[in-house]
């Protein structure tokens, strides 16, 4: 992943809008106590996000993500300034028939705590991730992995569902992707924090020395890492958690802390710009911010008291036809999101505006006489009582003036009375998917830059969001585009899936983000903080 050089001054990197699929602490200097180059100092980075646990098979967050990204080893990875994944600690990788993908391991490969890696260790990694299938967990991300192999200690066949995933090489270094050691790591059972942390259970650039429960970790580089981004140039890390963003902005301005990420407000980032210890930098992201509606408990879902399926449809889709999402841009992100009419982020290939074209006004903007119509069509009663859920954390401390706009919106001409509560998000990640939550907030921070990414978590049978939604014509089609080879057949399947879950509403996108980072004034190398992959790393940098 990406590093940073500091010397001797203060360095600030803040995703106000497009934060981390992980922050990688590989090649920090740091600056506390003056020392510089490669293998000295210790940085300090704080941050507002959360963890909810550091098990691979247990969590698919950002703040969970970006611990794992420091310790685990991937067998492939993305290197610096790429958005191609190449052998991480894999020595080679590649279908070696259509339905088989073939990873050969680099020799002599050991955890932290002196453990060898072997095949048996990658093995045990996808049957656990597979076996557990945590309601928060990514292994989503495996639907098209059938079994896996091991014909010697370095060698694994991943046996697909579907021939000639198109997608695979990337899901392996995907927050399903991180290789644990089989001798630590219950089999069956997400492992506790604890555990894993006592058992050095590490083969990734760091190892961890402290961890205190979303307080503080200290990290210290892991001399047995033999993967694609090489030697840390920071032999010590330390991440500070907080638990307001106040306080992150205040030890930003006060030199207390080296990096800050997740999250400032954007009011907070335009106040810092004008610092002149700092440089703002933006560039495209591919963060997407939505409602999720639970197709059971939403109101007249399937197992409330009126369940209708039509009348709930009529629900989504008066919804859809009142945010206002320009206004929501503006207002509450100073523009540092922009409004997103799909499921696939502009940008990528593939994204269409199909939600623009079916709902509002036809042009981006609100509707009330539209919701009117499409309520009163299915012979819904109004106003309509909504409970909706949003998290004050983990998505930034903007979330609160984003879902009073949102509440406003929908409340406009009397057709819904919105009951709005909010949740931290250690609680919420385990609500959402306890059926707690009729419609609630989230984020998605992709895993590798390629529609699917936005689409096989989202919307497959048993996904991620755990929200009910299961269209056997869209599973049909998110399995055809996976292991079509052609491109142009390829985009349009990724199309119709757009266009038919922007008829069935499984969730409501709003905002798109972009990325943003702050830098010393004194740093070279600035342009190249932004990764075209879709993490948000850190560059190379170097004090001028």
Same mark, same amino acid.
């Given at each position: 992943?990406?590093?940073?050089?500091?010397?001797?001054?203060?360095l600030l990197?803040?995703?106000?809008?497009?934060a981390?699929?992980?922050?990688?602490?590989?090649g920090?200097s740091?600056?506390?106590?003056g020392?510089?180059g490669?293998?000295g100092?210790?940085?300090?980075?704080?941050?507002?996000?959360?963890?909810t646990?550091?098990?691979?098979?247990?969590?698919?967050?950002?703040?969970?993500f970006?611990?794992?990204?420091?310790?685990y080893?991937?067998?492939?990875?993305?290197p610096?300034?790429?958005?191609?994944v190449?052998?991480?600690?894999?020595?080679?990788?590649a279908?070696?028939?259509p339905?088989?993908?073939?990873?050969?391991?680099?020799?002599n490969?050991?955890?932290?705590?002196?453990?060898?890696?072997?095949s048996e260790?990658?093995?045990?990694?996808?049957?656990?991730q597979?076996?557990?299938?945590?309601?928060?967990?990514?292994a989503?991300?495996?639907?098209?992995?059938?079994s896996?192999?091991?014909?010697?200690k370095?060698?694994?066949?991943? /046996?697909?569902?579907?021939p000639?995933?198109?997608?695979?090489?990337?899901?392996?270094?995907?927050?399903?992707?991180?290789?644990v050691?089989?001798?630590?790591?219950?089999a069956?059972?997400?492992?506790?924090?604890?555990?894993?942390?006592k058992?050095h259970?590490?083969?990734?650039?760091?190892d961890?020395?402290s961890?205190?429960?979303?307080?503080?970790?200290?990290?210290?580089?892991?001399?047995?890492?033999?993967?694609?981004?090489?030697?840390?140039?920071?032999?010590?890390?330390?991440?500070?958690?907080?638990?307001?963003?106040?306080?992150?902005k205040?030890?930003i301005?006060?030199?207390?802390?080296?990096?800050?990420?997740?999250?400032?407000?954007?009011?907070?980032?335009?106040?810092?710009?004008?610092?002149k210890n700092?440089?703002?930098?933006?560039?495209?992201?591919?963060?997407?911010?939505?409602?999720?509606?639970n197709?059971?408990?939403?109101?007249y879902?399937?197992?409330?008291?009126?369940?209708?399926?039509?009348?709930a449809?009529?629900?989504?889709q008066?919804?859809?036809?009142?945010?206002?999402?320009?206004?929501?841009?503006?207002?509450?992100?100073?523009?540092?999101?922009?409004p997103?009419?799909?499921?696939?982020?502009?940008?990528?290939?593939?994204?269409?505006t199909?939600?623009?074209?079916?709902?509002?006004?036809?042009?981006?903007g609100?509707s009330?006489d539209?919701?009117?119509?499409?309520?009163?069509?299915?012979?819904?009663?109004?106003p309509?009582?909504?409970?909706?859920?949003?998290?004050?954390?983990?998505?930034?401390?903007?979330s609160?003036?984003?879902?009073a706009?949102?509440?406003?919106?929908?409340e406009?001409?009397?057709?819904? /009375?919105?009951?709005?509560?909010?949740?931290?998000?250690?609680?919420?990640?385990?609500?959402r998917?306890?059926?707690?939550?009729?419609?609630?907030q989230?984020?998605?921070?992709?895993?590798?830059?390629?529609?699917?990414?936005?689409?096989?978590?989202?919307f497959?049978?048993?996904?991620?969001?755990?929200?009910?939604?299961?269209?056997?014509e869209?599973?049909?089609?998110?399995t055809?585009?996976?292991?079509?080879?052609?491109?142009?057949?390829?985009?349009?399947?990724?199309?119709q899936?757009?266009? /038919?879950?922007?008829?069935?509403?499984?969730?409501?996108?709003?905002l798109?983000?972009?990325?943003?980072?702050?830098?010393?004034k004194?740093?070279?190398?600035t342009d190249?903080?932004?990764?075209?992959?879709?993490?948000?790393?850190?560059?190379?940098?170097?004090?001028?």
């Open positions: 992943m990406r590093s940073v050089k500091i010397g001797g001054r203060r990197a803040v995703s106000a809008a497009f981390a699929a992980a922050l990688v602490l590989a920090c740091g600056s506390n106590n020392s510089s490669s293998g100092g210790t940085l300090t980075i704080g941050t507002t996000d959360k963890i646990s550091i098990d691979p098979a247990g969590s698919y967050d950002n703040g969970s970006a611990v794992m990204n420091q310790v080893p991937f067998l492939l990875n993305s610096y300034g790429s958005p191609d190449k052998p991480d600690i894999a020595a080679s990788a279908f070696t028939s339905t088989e993908y073939t990873v050969k391991l680099k020799p490969l050991k955890f932290a705590n002196g453990h060898s890696l072997t260790d990658v093995k045990f990694t996808f049957d656990r597979l076996k557990i299938n945590d309601p928060n967990g990514p989503s991300l495996l639907g098209n992995l059938d896996v192999s091991t014909p010697d370095t060698t694994a066949v991943f /046996k697909l569902k579907v000639n995933d198109q997608t695979f090489a990337q899901v392996l270094s995907s927050p399903a992707g991180p290789i050691d089989h001798q630590v790591f219950s069956d059972k997400v492992t506790p924090d604890n555990t894993i942390v058992g259970a590490f083969a990734g650039q760091y961890i020395t961890y205190d429960f979303n307080n503080l970790i200290a990290y210290k580089a892991n001399p047995n890492y033999q993967g694609l981004l090489g030697k840390p140039a920071t032999d010590k890390v330390n991440v500070k958690y907080y638990a307001e963003s106040s306080n992150l205040l030890d301005q006060k030199g207390a802390i080296d990096v800050a990420f997740r999250s400032l407000s954007a009011t907070d980032v335009q106040s810092l710009g004008t610092d700092v440089k703002v930098v933006k560039g495209p992201g591919g963060e997407l911010r939505y409602i999720v509606w197709f059971n408990t939403q109101p879902g399937a197992t409330t008291p009126q369940a209708d399926a039509k009348k449809l009529a629900v989504r008066a919804a859809a036809d009142l945010v206002d999402r320009a206004t929501i841009a503006k207002q509450v992100y100073k523009d540092t999101y922009t997103v009419y799909s499921y696939v982020p502009q940008g990528l290939t593939g994204a269409t199909v939600l623009k074209d079916l709902y509002g006004d036809g042009n981006g609100p009330l539209k919701a009117k119509a499409a309520l009163q069509a299915a012979g819904v009663t109004t309509v009582a909504l409970n909706l859920q949003y998290n004050p954390d983990h998505y930034g401390p903007s609160g003036d984003e879902y706009l949102v509440k406003e919106q929908l406009n001409g009397g057709l819904f /009375k919105v009951n709005l509560q909010s949740t931290e998000w250690v609680q919420y990640s385990k609500d998917v306890k059926d707690l939550y009729p419609a609630y989230l984020g998605w921070f992709p895993d590798y830059s390629d529609a699917d990414n936005y689409l096989s978590p989202f497959s049978k048993d996904n991620f969001l755990a929200n009910h939604y299961d269209n056997p869209v599973q049909q089609l998110i055809q585009q996976l292991g079509t080879t052609d491109k142009a057949a390829r985009t349009k399947l990724i199309e899936i757009q266009a /038919k879950v922007g008829a069935d509403l499984s969730t409501l996108p709003l798109q983000g972009a990325q943003v980072a702050v830098v010393g004194n740093v070279n190398g190249k903080t932004l990764d075209p992959s879709f993490k948000f790393r850190y560059a190379a940098l170097s004090k001028g």
